[in-house]
C-alpha cells in the first residue's frame, strides 16, 4: 500500500508563496501521473495541477502562470509551487497519484489559507 504525504501548507499573505510536497512511501516511478486536487469550504474538490511519467503537465486555468508542478524522482516526491497566491487559492490541497496497474491514492491533505 502507497502512502502519500504532503507538507508545506500555512497561512500566507495575498502576493506570497507556498512550496507544497508530495512523499511517496514507494517508487513513484509506478505512477502514470501525480497531481495536486484542491477543495474550498463548501466547493468541490477541483483539479490544480498534474505530471506524467513523461514529463507533460497540466494546469487548471484558475492557476496558470503561477503554479508549479515537479518531481525529484530520487526523493520520490512532487512539489508544487505556488506564487502570487490569492484568497481564492485557499482551501485543503491533497495529493494524488495514478497507477494503471494500481489505481488512484490520495494524501491527507494540508491547508492552505491566504489572506487577503
Known amino acids: 500500500q502507497v502512502q502519500l504525504v504532503e507538507s508545506g501548507g500555512g497561512l500566507v499573505q495575498t502576493g506570497g508563496s507556498l512550496r507544497l510536497s508530495c512523499a511517496a512511501s514507494?517508487?513513484?516511478?509506478?505512477?502514470?501521473?501525480m497531481g495536486w486536487y484542491r477543495q474550498a469550504p463548501g466547493k468541490q474538490r477541483e483539479p490544480v495541477a498534474d505530471?506524467?511519467?513523461?514529463?507533460?503537465?497540466y494546469y487548471a486555468d484558475s492557476v496558470k502562470g503561477r503554479v508549479t508542478i515537479f518531481r525529484d524522482n530520487a526523493r520520490n516526491t512532487v512539489y508544487l509551487q505556488m506564487n502570487s497566491l490569492k484568497p481564492e487559492d485557499t482551501g485543503v490541497y491533497y495529493c494524488?497519484?495514478?497507477?494503471?496497474?494500481?489505481?488512484?491514492?490520495w494524501g491527507q491533505g494540508t491547508q492552505v489559507t491566504v489572506s487577503s
Open positions: 494524488t497519484a495514478t497507477s494503471t496497474a494500481a489505481g488512484r491514492y
Open positions: 514507494g517508487s513513484i516511478f509506478m505512477f502514470n501521473v
Open positions: 505530471i506524467f511519467s513523461d514529463g507533460n503537465s
